[in-house]
Structure formats: C-alpha cells, structure tokens
C-alpha cells in the first residue's frame, strides 16, 4: 500500500520544490517563487525559524518520492495557535495525499508543539482545501475579510479551526 510520511524539508529539495510550485493551476496559492536559487534561499532558512519557534516546514513524501510540502505556522504573539499549509504537485492530486499529510502534522502540533488551537484558512474557491479542512475534522468559524494578499489584491478567506480540549 502507498504510504504518505512527513520529514523535514532539505536545501537539496529545491528543484523539485520550484518545479511543483511552477504550476499556473495553484490558483489559490500565494506563493510564487521566482527561480530554484529563491528556493534554495528560501529553506536555508527553516532551521532558524524552527529555533525560534515560527515555523515547522515538512516535505510530503509519497512512497519516499517528495510531492508537496505541509508547515505550521505559529503565531508569534499568541504561542498557542498554529496554522496549517500545504501544498502537492498536481500529478498526485485526489489520492487522499494531503489529507493524511494534514492528520500527521496534526498531530505534530498537538502533541509535540503542545498547540492548543489550529488553524486552516482557504479562499473561498478552493474547493479541494476546504474539503480537506472538514475530512480532517475542523470546524467552520466563517469569513475573514481581506485578510491575505495574492497577486496586489487583498482578499477574503474562510477560516476553519481545531482546538484541542485539555
Ligand atoms: C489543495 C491541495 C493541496 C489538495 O491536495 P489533494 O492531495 O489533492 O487533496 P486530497 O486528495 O486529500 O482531497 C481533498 C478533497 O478535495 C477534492 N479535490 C481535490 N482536488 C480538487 C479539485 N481540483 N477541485 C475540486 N475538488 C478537489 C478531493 O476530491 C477531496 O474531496 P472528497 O474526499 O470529498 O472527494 C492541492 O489541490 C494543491 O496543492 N493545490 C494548490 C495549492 C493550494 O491551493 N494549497 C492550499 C492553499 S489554502
């Protein structure tokens, strides 16, 4: 059975890491990166934000082969909240990928992070995210408005949310 694993991402992810997000079909994602060096640039910097407790990074492997990438976010005045992000090159799409992925790093958050409340925020278009948002068990908290920007605009998004009980 294929088996989808989380691992830290590496410098020498790079390439691949540009190749994916090189896709004009992330219609929803604000993330653009301009060329492989950006990228490299880019996860040189992942240990430090992993020091200072800003950002968890992991590469998304399926059968060992990297094909997206998922992170936690935390937010630096409020420590105990975190927010979800994900991405997956689009040939592995619809397989269930990131929704186990989103399960994994989950539970990263809760358990080892210690996070008490989770966040996922999507626009509204993105169908395929808000699925994943509710298959992994997050509640629907409403509209945030302007509350990112993608491409000079500034936009709305749906914010859904996990928290842990104590
Ligand atoms: C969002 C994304 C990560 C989904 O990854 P995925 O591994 O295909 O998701 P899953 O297979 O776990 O499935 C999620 C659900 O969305 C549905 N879905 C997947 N792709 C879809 C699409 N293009 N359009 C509509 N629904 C879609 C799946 O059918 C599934 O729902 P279901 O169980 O009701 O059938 C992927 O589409 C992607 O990388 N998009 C570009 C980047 C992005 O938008 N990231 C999220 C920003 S908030």
């Given amino acids: ?5 989380l691992r830290y991402q590496e410098i020498s992810d790079a390439e691949r890491y540009f190749e994916i997000l090189s ?4 219609r929803y994602f604000e993330v ?9 640039e880019w996860l040189k910097t992942n240990p430090e934000k992993r020091e200072k407790n800003r950002e968890y990074n992991y590469a998304i492997l399926y059968d060992d082969e990297l094909v997206g990438a998922c992170g936690i976010a935390m937010d630096t005045r409020r420590p105990h909240i975190g927010e979800i992000g994900y991405f997956l090159d689009e ?8 929704t186990e992925a989103v399960k994994q790093i989950e539970k990263i958050a809760f358990e080892i992070l210690e996070l008490v409340r989770l966040e996922i925020r999507m626009e509204p278009g993105n169908r395929a995210s808000g699925r994943i948002a509710i298959k992994c068990g997050y509640t629907k908290e409403g509209s945030v408005r302007k509350a990112y920007e993608r491409d000079g605009e500034y936009r709305d998004c749906l914010l859904y949310a996990k928290v842990k009980e104590r």
Avoid: A, Q
């Fill in 1 to 5: 059975m294929s088996k989808v694993t």
């Fill in 23 to 26: 896709n004009p079909n992330f």
């Fill in 32 to 40: 653009k990166v301009k060329s492989v060096e950006e990228e490299r």
């Fill in 91 to 98: 040939k592995y799409w619809e397989k269930g990928i990131t």
